[in-house]
């Protein structure tokens, strides 16, 4: 298994403002996802986060909305950029292991007001 | 239309009962996964399937994949309190297992 953590765990953002979501494992992993829960919904892929190289999003999703670091094999970041109410959502990073399994981290609550 | 859809939507069973929630694809699947998610928090891995006929176990739920790898379902015996939340199903659709989509999820009650 993988522990992960994200930062923050909940934040209230202004309209038009970006945010930048932590995500941080315990160790090594091949693959780091990015989901989206919007409210009452089940999860959505938003992007593949790729070590060394730019992500690959889903479609629906574009990398200047949802930019997306990987600067290690423990670490990534999303950012959710010029933010509407719209964008109110549980954001979750997950992680890929060897076996195939994938764990998630505690999520990120986004109220955008 | 949906790729994965879970039934029941929701449930409420009286304690000690079992109950079993399922999962169907309409594509041939690389792995299934099962999660459990408490309201607003994350998820809870639970289990994951590979093979068709492949049946797993833990603790009091039990889940089954079957030969075709298109349809799973999960098992809760003598259900308790603690077994409520979201029960959501996970489907890897590649090979390479990079892309997971869920279904919509079935909420479980569970009353004492």
């Known amino acids: 298994s993988a522990v992960i953590s994200q930062k923050p765990s909940r934040d209230i953002c202004q309209r038009g403002t970006s945010l930048t979501i932590q995500c941080q494992v315990d160790?090594?992993?091949?693959?780091m996802f990015w989901y989206r829960q919007q409210p009452g919904q089940s999860l959505t892929l938003i992007a593949t986060?790729?070590?060394?190289?730019?992500?690959?999003?889903e479609s629906g999703f574009v990398i200047d909305k949802f930019p997306i670091s990987r600067p290690n094999l423990t670490f990534s970041t999303l950012t959710v950029s010029n933010m509407s109410p719209e964008d109110s959502s549980i954001y979750l990073c997950?992680?890929?292991?060897?076996?195939?399994?994938?764990?998630f981290g505690p999520g990120t609550r986004l109220t955008v007001t | 239309s949906q790729e994965l859809e879970q039934s029941p939507q929701s449930l409420i069973v009286q304690e000690g009962k079992n109950l079993t929630i399922n999962c169907t694809s309409s594509?041939?699947?690389?792995?299934l996964y099962w999660y459990k998610q408490k309201y607003g928090e994350g998820l809870i891995f639970l289990m994951m399937?590979?093979?068709?006929?492949e049946e797993k176990s833990h603790e009091k739920i039990t889940a089954k994949l079957d030969e075709k790898k298109q349809q799973s379902s999960l098992h809760i015996t003598a259900s308790q309190p603690s077994h409520a939340g979201i029960y959501l199903c996970?489907?890897?659709?590649?090979?390479?297992?990079?892309?997971?989509?869920f279904g919509p999820g079935t909420s479980l009650s569970v009353i004492p």
């Open positions: 997950s992680v890929g292991t060897g076996t195939y399994e994938q764990y």
């Open positions: 160790s090594q992993v091949t693959m």
């Open positions: 986060a790729n070590q060394g190289s730019e992500a690959t999003y």
């Open positions: 594509k041939t699947l690389y792995g």
């Open positions: 399937l590979q093979k068709g006929g």
């Open positions: 996970g489907a890897a659709l590649k090979t390479s297992y990079d892309k997971v989509i």
